[in-house]
């Protein structure tokens, strides 16, 4: 009888009729699983870089009963008889990961459905494990660190943002390295991962020692972020919106005249005639060059909203069209979103989306954005709504270069950022950043800051998105920042809101970027969107909230150089600025609990302010470190609990061992 396996150099493949299994070394401690019916393609759309070089002591044998690839740390092991997949250490024999069927005839553990078109739904097995804890996955609005025990669906949307990576306490990291809209569930009888819509499977797996170890695996598997921009790391000011030229360099005069360092103000969406025009509205904006050189003199940075809308309307609409570098659906339509424009705009007219998917629809935007933004000395992106926010979002319905919406639609942000990044860097650039309201695996290759969405201005928000930045660190999206003082709302007038604004700030402090944005009261609408609201400045919140925010930001200059040390090493390492405790004290399993608190790069500590009224709060002090309260000069060992002081102007922070990461302000106001 022939064995069900084939040895090939580097690669395991086991056949049982239709059914072929792949499982191949793939960068240290690491292995990619495909498989698929009839045959194993290459070539799909994904988010691994290029087969890397076979590590050394990389092997594959094959035995009567089952056959073995082991890589490093990583062992996997496959039966003959049904092919079920077990992943274990190499070095301790503790298992990892184990293939598990739902049923002991039909369906298995991998599962085929024919969709037509040589697609499939398809479903991957595993078996749950009591005690562990998934972290990662992107970010998502539940408001859990822990992601066992739910169910999340692989699509992107607004403030949900789906990257298929997740780390286990159990020791490995899991790539689900596609994008197809589908989902994932961590249940206590099983986990599965689903796509609605693919050509076959295909997942990546890593062992490490430390959490630490997976990202870094992880990194090297699919790309590390770039350099982060010095100009990036100041105040970013922002609001729903700047009407014109007159306010934007008025708002930046009035930092310059009160001494508060700016360094990005952003201009948002509206400033067109029409979407896809991407172009100032020189009614509104009359002299572009002349407001980017006078605030380039103030030393601040302008940044401008990109949307990957299209109106029929716009300048670049015909020729996106007829070059087909529009979303298509299946029928042929490219309109497909039922969304309001200026106010001369039609209410309501539909739009399309460029096709981020096409190398050449990518060129097309940049042609676009280069001799309208760039070339006016503007080289910072807001790439906002680039799910793309499509409404209704129905991705089975839609026609991409890349493939049909189905199979890969999740890929379209990432995309988009590639975009921008390849071509800002080609004209020479070498520190590219765009703030990007989505993302997929491999965003932080191309430069992504994403952020945490239109989310409410509420504490309750406001304690969800310490959490949903931890497991977007745990995603491998080193960059991130959320609205200060929440979206949908807020009266800067409420003293109560006024509170939850100081809290905020002193939270994004610690944060990649401190980005000041958000729809106020008054808000204005035009239809279902808003297009005004009131003001956002530091100065707006009254004369307590403003030395509050101020001292805030203090920190923030004082911390600068260390935030871009840290992210320096974060660009070798492949660790996130801010880092659950788990990341630097894995040991700790205390630490692992802790969901409302973490370390700034290596060194500092911070716990804020969550709750409303709060002029204290209890701090975990992580075991294997002595921690110096830098106020008092007071160190606590560590494995403990400490209740620190936080009146209003005053964020809890702890300093690591001797470590001092706060350098002298150059000019006391």
């Not at 749950?128 to 699509?155: N, P, S, W």
């Not at 290759?445 to 977007?472: H, K, M, Q």
């Not at 958000?518 to 005004?532: A, C, K, N, S, T």
Request: net charge negative; hydrophobic share 40%; charged share 20%.
């Amino acid at each position: 009888m022939p064995s069900a396996f084939t040895q090939l150099p580097n690669l395991l493949r086991w056949r049982h009729g239709h059914h072929v299994l792949e499982v191949q070394p793939w960068g240290p401690d690491s292995a990619r699983v495909r498989a698929g019916v009839h045959r194993v393609a290459d070539g799909l759309p994904g988010a691994l870089d290029p087969e890397p070089a076979t590590a050394a002591d990389a092997a594959v044998e094959v035995h009567d009963t089952h056959a073995v690839v082991t890589n490093g740390l990583l062992r996997i092991t496959v039966g003959a008889a049904g092919g079920l997949l077990t992943a274990t250490r190499a070095d301790t024999g503790e298992e990892l990961l184990r293939e598990e069927p739902p049923h002991f005839w039909w369906p298995g553990a991998r599962h085929f459905e024919s969709a037509g078109g040589g697609l499939h739904r398809i479903e991957q097995r595993f078996a749950a494990y009591d005690g562990e804890r998934i972290h990662g996955l992107g970010q998502h609005g539940h408001g859990r660190f822990d992601q066992k025990g739910t169910v999340l669906e692989l699509q992107q949307r607004n403030g949900e943002v789906s990257i298929p990576f997740a780390v286990s306490s159990r020791g490995y990291g899991f790539l689900w390295n596609s994008p197809a809209v589908g989902r994932v569930e961590f249940a206590a009888n099983g986990t599965r991962w689903v796509a609605d819509r693919a050509r076959q499977l295909d997942y990546w797996l890593t062992a490490g020692r430390t959490p630490a170890d997976i990202l870094g695996h992880y990194a090297d598997a699919t790309g590390h972020a770039p350099a982060f921009p010095q100009w990036a790391s100041g105040l970013w000011q922002s609001k729903l919106r700047y009407r014109n030229q007159a306010e934007v360099l008025d708002v930046a005069r009035e930092y310059a005249r009160r001494g508060l360092p700016l360094s990005v103000i952003v201009i948002d969406y509206l400033h067109w005639r029409n979407l896809g025009d991407w172009d100032f509205d020189r009614r509104d904006w009359p002299d572009p060059r002349g407001m980017v050189d006078e605030l380039r003199s103030l030393g601040v940075e302008p940044a401008v909203s990109v949307w990957p809308s299209v109106s029929p309307l716009s300048e670049g609409y015909a020729g996106l069209r007829d070059a087909g570098q529009l979303v298509a659906t299946y029928s042929g339509a490219t309109v497909h979103a039922d969304w309001p424009d200026t106010e001369e705009a039609p209410e309501g007219i539909g739009v399309a989306f460029y096709d981020a998917t096409d190398p050449a629809a990518r060129a097309a935007l940049w042609d676009r954005l280069q001799e309208n933004y760039y070339k006016l000395g503007i080289r910072a992106f807001w790439l906002d709504a680039c799910e793309p926010e499509m409404r209704p979002g129905h991705p089975h319905n839609l026609d991409y270069a890349a493939g049909s919406g189905s199979e890969v639609a999740n890929l379209y942000p990432r995309e988009h950022a590639r975009g921008i990044h390849e071509h800002l860097t080609a004209q020479g650039e070498t520190e590219v950043l765009s703030l990007v309201r989505s993302a997929w695996a491999g965003s932080q290759r191309y430069g992504a800051a994403l952020w945490s969405g239109d989310i409410p201005a509420t504490f309750e928000a406001l304690a969800d998105s310490v959490r949903a930045g931890l497991n977007v660190a745990m995603s491998g999206i080193p960059w991130w920042t959320t609205d200060i003082g929440g979206f949908h709302g807020g009266d800067p007038d409420d003293e109560h809101y006024r509170e939850l604004m100081v809290r905020w700030f002193q939270f994004a402090a610690f944060c990649p970027l401190l980005r000041l944005h958000g729809h106020r009261e008054p808000r204005v609408f035009h239809g279902p969107i808003g297009v005004g609201g009131g003001p956002n400045e530091i100065w707006s919140y009254g004369e307590r909230a403003q030395a509050a925010m101020t001292a805030a930001l203090d920190l923030r200059t004082r911390l600068r150089p260390y935030l871009h040390e840290q992210l320096a090493a974060g660009r070798t390492d492949g660790l996130p600025l801010i880092r659950p405790l788990l990341l630097e004290f894995p040991a700790d399993r205390a630490g692992w609990d802790i969901d409302d608190q973490f370390l700034c790069g290596r060194d500092l500590l911070v716990a804020p302010v969550l709750r409303p009224g709060a002029t204290e709060r209890r701090v975990y002090l992580p075991a294997g470190a002595r921690w110096r309260d830098p106020a008092t000069g007071t160190f606590h060992p560590g494995g403990q609990w400490v209740t620190a002081a936080a009146p209003l102007d005053t964020v809890p922070l702890f300093l690591r061992d001797h470590a001092d990461p706060f350098t002298p302000l150059r000019e006391k106001r």
